[in-house]
């Protein structure tokens, strides 16, 4: 590992201090939320979700944290990607991974030297178990208010039940959401500013998260890209989700066209993060930037959703 635990505390000591009140330009979600005043009951999940955390044994694997660039962080388990954004006006946490993973992100954020109630927002990815799953905790635990696109606020506020590709196989801790935010809106934390791009298709409300990260002066455009794929999804004739075949094209064009230093993404496959990683530790110091990360991600996805919705297409015509 590049950096040592020493290295990492004395590091994030840069980044304590008192952390004022942001202010957010996304929509406050001020209606009444039952989940609010009425006690939950407790979360019992099923065995199609126990199986699927089974089955990805990396969704739960203790992974030490480290500096990513600048005030950007790794803190998740080592096979979902779980991200602290720090600043002196408060700290951002991106995704939750999934249930059951709320205490070791706690316990990677505390090995920082951050303390939890410093962490004023945690922004989702998209509403699926392996990145929502531990956000009802980790919400509750740091007092921070959850910010995440305005088409998956509902099924976060359900627990993922009536997923339009899933229905209920893979529920979580239904979510409180804050704030519902659009294509191309800001957040604003002092001077941390975080924008929220919408790449609908994996969910509705699947969003890809930009900021900019600086490290000595040298400043990089950092980008959580939402997920592009599609693994056994109904892409025609979903009377569930009618557009998810323009949202996909829409995105792939979105991600493509970011400004894309470093790719960040919720699974570690999707932008080769851990083999850039090992580099990067083997004495490449520049071996996380990927100018092309964002477009090759994009351009890869496409060509497998393409190929999946031409033999779709072609299995429907056949049995007609």
């Known amino acids: 590992m590049r950096w040592s635990i020493a290295a990492i505390l004395l590091s994030s000591l840069i980044v304590q201090g008192a952390h004022a009140q942001p202010h957010a330009s996304g929509q406050q979600n001020n209606a009444s939320n039952p989940s609010r005043t009425t006690p939950q009951a407790p979360f019992r999940m099923p065995a199609s979700e126990q199986k699927n955390i089974a089955d990805n044994p990396s969704w739960t694997a203790p992974q030490k944290p480290f500096r990513i660039h600048g005030n950007t962080w790794y803190v998740g388990p080592r096979g979902l990607g779980v991200f602290l954004i720090t600043a002196p006006t408060g700290d951002v946490l991106i995704d939750g991974g999934v249930y059951g993973d709320a205490a ?70 239904p979510v409180h959401v804050s704030r519902a935010v659009t294509d191309g809106e800001h957040l604003e934390l002092g001077a941390l500013v975080l924008t929220a791009h919408a790449t609908p298709g994996h969910t509705k409300g699947n969003t890809t998260w930009t900021w900019i990260s600086c490290e000595h002066q040298h400043c990089l455009h950092m980008v959580d890209v939402g997920s592009l794929s599609t693994p056994g999804y109904h892409l025609i004739d979903n009377p569930n989700y009618p557009d998810i075949v323009k949202d996909f094209e829409h995105s792939f064009a979105a991600v493509a066209a970011l400004p894309c230093d470093i790719p960040l993404a919720p699974h570690r496959e999707m932008v080769g993060f851990w083999e850039r990683v090992a580099k990067r530790e083997h004495g490449n110091a520049n071996a996380l930037v990927d100018l092309s990360g964002c477009r090759a991600y994009a351009q890869d996805a496409r060509e497998d959703f393409e190929a999946k919705l031409a033999k779709q297409r072609t299995d429907a015509a056949t049995t007609k």
């Open 104 to 173: 070791l992100i706690e316990a990677n954020i505390r090995a920082l030297g951050v303390n939890l109630r410093d962490i004023k927002w945690i922004l989702n990815s998209h509403a699926h178990s392996d990145h929502a799953g531990g956000i009802a905790r980790l919400a509750r635990d740091t007092g921070a208010q959850v910010i995440a696109g305005a088409a998956d606020a509902p099924l976060l506020e359900r627990g993922g039940h009536d997923d339009p590709q899933y229905d209920d196989r893979f529920p979580f801790p």
